[in-house]
């Protein structure tokens, strides 16, 4: 069982890019899908979450407004939309299947990451 990241790159401020989840194995439209990213000296922040059950989606509020998460089940793929890129999106960002979430002030807590994948270097720079 394995998922891939992929699309990530180098995008001047105010730019966007398209991040693929892919899965070889097995069928992503009967998980609940997570994204999220990892900067250099912070803590792992969960992004964006799509449900298997009814398409509901969930974001950081970091990104509401600025990222769409959104599934291709033709193309077994889940993608997340990145609008308006700033510097303090700069961060690996992986995707994960998701048991629960967990939605507070203080963001976007995934539990239950059963499989992830390697995730894809996002940098946002001029």
């Known amino acids: 069982v394995q998922l891939q990241a992929s699309g990530g790159g180098l995008v001047q401020p105010g730019g966007s890019l398209r991040l693929s989840c892919a899965a070889s194995?097995?069928?992503?439209?009967?998980?609940?899908i997570g994204w999220f990213r990892q900067a250099p000296g912070k803590e792992r922040e969960g992004v964006s979450y799509?449900?298997?059950?009814?398409?509901?989606?969930l974001y950081a509020d970091s990104v509401k407004g600025r990222f769409i998460i959104f599934r291709d089940n033709a193309k077994n793929t889940v993608y997340l939309q990145m609008n308006i890129l700033n510097s303090e999106d700069t961060a690996v960002y992986y995707c994960?299947?998701?048991?629960?979430?967990?939605?507070?002030?203080?963001?976007?807590?995934?539990?239950?990451?059963?499989?992830r994948g390697k995730g894809t270097q996002v940098t946002v720079s001029s």
């Open positions: 994960a299947t998701v048991r629960t979430v967990v939605h507070t002030w203080e963001g976007l807590k995934f539990y239950g990451m059963d499989y």
């Open positions: 194995d097995f069928t992503l439209d009967s998980y609940n």
């Open positions: 799509i449900s298997s059950s009814d398409g509901s989606t």
